[in-house]
């Protein structure tokens, strides 16, 4: 196992071949790596810019309305009958509603940076699509989103949005018509364009150094909790934890802390249960592949294919995850647990009835962890991040579920 000094991590991680330890790198077919290396170049220089970090700063505050305020659930906490404190960090009051638009934001101005006139990506359920969408209104770049001709139909609202944001929205009707032939069809378009346009990855995965520069974007996330705990409370949280889908906005929260005595726990998803097709639960059930341009751990089925995978929260149901998670829990830094479907949705609906703030059903498996633990814990505080918001969950759950009438409140 490596020795790793925490006090440095963030020098010395990724590699400069985009390596966390022997996960992450950069599996690209040959006609790409000049694209990439370009990326690369660009922002290593870029990122050290007082212009480009004082332009990012200011987008952040006037526009996203950053800082995102740290909350104390005081009612939901009493619940556990137990005096463990649970604090969210309030990425859902983050612009359109969640922390993706943090990295949006971020490559929007890279790109911009860089002469690019044109952003592309695939999209699942559109959360990803809608903030990259946002973000090129805000620069004035071109966008275009592909997406599965069956997503289309299943995330009308989202769609809706792209195109009144000004954005190309194309159907992918190859094979299953969902987000593999997204991400496939993408990836054709920016082979052939790569000169005038940059694809935008959606998390914290993919060829480096995307999984560097997510990260990068998202650390305002963490950094800010970290404050604006320790200005609350005069401490540090006993436990940091986030839903972990490609990694996000758990690597945003957890690295700002990576060299505190705090205990960092990822939560994925276990969906229906642990037989394979039922769950993304892919750091707890997956072994090491590569994978869309990346080595990580992911869900393989017999034939060492990415398996087919599910959660009630489209946005966590993914093969694998982003490369620093997997390197982070080999040399035993953060550990990495599950919430089944049926906790996410009771904890969806009690911070709903005990707070007031409804949240999306991917943020809701980190707050069902966060309430499991405080029972568990009986003292001390858990920070948890709320990556987004519920309005956009809350027809699927009132369909299945009613309006929370089988859970005691
Ligand atoms: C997309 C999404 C996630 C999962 O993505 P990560 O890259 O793991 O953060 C989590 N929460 C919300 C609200 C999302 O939209």
Redesign the pocket.
């Known amino acids: 196992m490596e020795n790793v000094n925490y006090a440095t991590y963030l020098k010395n991680y990724p590699s400069q071949d985009g390596k966390f330890g022997r996960f992450g790198g950069a599996y690209l077919p040959e006609h790409l790596v000049p694209a990439m290396e370009e990326i690369t170049e660009a922002y290593l220089t870029i990122c050290q810019s007082s212009q480009f970090i004082n332009e990012l700063r200011r987008i952040r505050r006037e526009f996203q309305g950053r800082p995102t305020p740290v909350y104390h659930c005081e009612r939901l906490s009493r619940l556990n009958g137990s005096k463990c404190q649970i604090y969210l960090k309030r990425e859902d009051l983050n612009h359109t509603g ?3 638009l943090n990295h949006c934001m971020g490559e929007g101005l890279l790109a911009k940076f860089m002469g690019k006139k044109r952003i592309i990506a695939e999209t699942g359920a559109g ?2 699509g809608v903030a990259l969408a946002t973000a090129a209104a805000f620069f004035g770049l071109e966008c275009t989103i592909y997406m599965g001709e069956v997503d289309i139909q299943k995330q009308a609202p989202n769609v809706a949005r792209m195109k009144v944001l000004g954005t190309n929205v194309v159907s992918v009707s190859k094979g299953q018509k969902t987000l593999k032939e997204a991400v496939d069809a993408a990836f054709e378009d920016y082979s052939a364009n790569y000169k005038d346009t940059i694809y935008c990855i ?3 995965v993919g060829p480096h150094p995307f999984p560097m520069m997510v990260r990068d974007f998202q650390f305002v996330v963490g950094e800010e909790a970290r404050e604006q705990f320790k200005e609350m409370t005069g401490f540090l949280p006993d436990v940091v934890t986030a ?8 690597i945003g929260m957890f690295l700002p802390f990576i060299n505190d005595p705090v205990e960092i726990v990822g939560v994925e998803p276990l969906g229906r249960g642990k037989n394979q097709g039922d769950h993304a639960a892919s750091m707890t059930y997956g072994s090491e592949g590569v994978m869309h341009g990346f080595n990580s751990i992911m869900l393989k089925d017999d034939k060492g294919e990415p398996a087919p995978v599910y959660s009630i ?1 489209s ?2 149901d993914y093969q694998s995850v ?1 490369p620093e998670h997997a390197f982070l829990r080999e040399i035993g830094r953060v550990k990495y647990d599950t919430a089944s479907d049926a906790e996410a949705v009771e904890a969806f609906f009690k911070l709903s009835r005990y707070e007031g703030i409804i949240p ?1 059903l ?2 809701s498996h980190a707050v069902a962890y966060a309430m499991r633990r405080a029972k568990e814990m009986q003292h001390g505080s858990i920070l948890v991040n709320l ?2 918001r519920g309005d956009k969950d809350i027809d699927y759950v009132i369909e299945k579920y009613g309006f929370g009438e089988n859970y005691k409140f």
């Open positions: 969640a922390h993706k959360q990803h959606g998390s914290a839903c972990v889908g490609g990694g996000s906005n758990s929260a946005g966590l982003g999306a991917e943020s990556s987004g």
